[in-house]
């Protein structure tokens, strides 16, 4: 499934604002939920709906709802946090879990150190959070520990995407659809998405 990208003006606008160094923690902290808000709202298009009775200030009508008890918002550590308020506008009472991967600095491949996970995560549909999509090793890797954890459905909310971060995606699971809000041109030799926004957890956490 190749990745859906937002093409919109608002999100140009967004996204310049947020790829500007003078941005600051609290404007860049706001335009990640923001954003991470909009690409949910584009994950959940397929989302099935149930009739629900409801009497208005008018009359008795039918509306329509989804069983929000159905989903699960996963960021990865840290960067993914920063998506949690602006997805959790949209599912309120969804469940959130988490995890935590690191680098081995010899493999170069990523390393579990925490995962903790809702009950009945296999039954859920998991919307997957991590600002940066570069390499996709973590990317990766996270999607394979929630398919060890019996999940079938997987959504993957990506702001800013490198081509090699989505081929890896695509290649080692096929099954997952990515949504992004941009695809940059590529990786620099350190692994950063250029043009990209710099480190989006430093940012985020006003560690730069």
Do not use: W
């Not at 859906?4 to 608002?10: A, D, E, G, Y």
């Not at 008795?60 to 993914?80: C, H, M, S, W």
């Not at 390499?135 to 060890?148: D, E, F, N, V």
């Amino acid at each position: 499934m190749k990745e859906i990208v937002l093409n919109h003006p608002m999100i140009e606008h967004k996204i310049s604002i947020l790829r500007d160094e003078k941005t600051s923690t609290k404007e860049f902290r706001e335009l990640i939920s923001e954003i991470g808000m909009i690409l949910c709202l584009e994950a959940l298009k397929d989302a099935p709906l149930h009739e629900v009775k409801i009497k208005t200030p008018i009359t008795e009508t039918i509306g329509k709802q989804i069983d929000e008890n159905d989903y699960a918002f996963v960021p990865i550590l840290r960067a993914g946090m920063g998506m949690v308020d602006g997805v959790l506008r949209l599912i309120p009472n969804a469940k959130i879990g988490h995890i935590g991967l690191y680098r081995n600095e010899e493999t170069l491949e990523p390393v579990e150190y925490f995962c903790k996970l809702p009950k009945n995560i296999e039954k859920k549909t998991i919307i997957l959070l991590d600002p940066m999509l570069a390499t996709g090793g973590s990317g990766a890797a996270a999607i394979t520990m929630l398919k060890k954890r019996g999940v079938k459905n997987i959504k993957f909310l990506s702001i800013i995407s490198a081509p090699e971060g989505l081929k890896r995606i695509h290649e080692e699971h096929p099954d997952v659809q990515v949504y992004t809000a941009y695809v940059d041109e590529k990786l620099n030799e350190n692994g950063y998405i250029v043009p990209g926004l710099g480190d989006a957890g430093d940012r985020i956490f006003g560690t730069k």
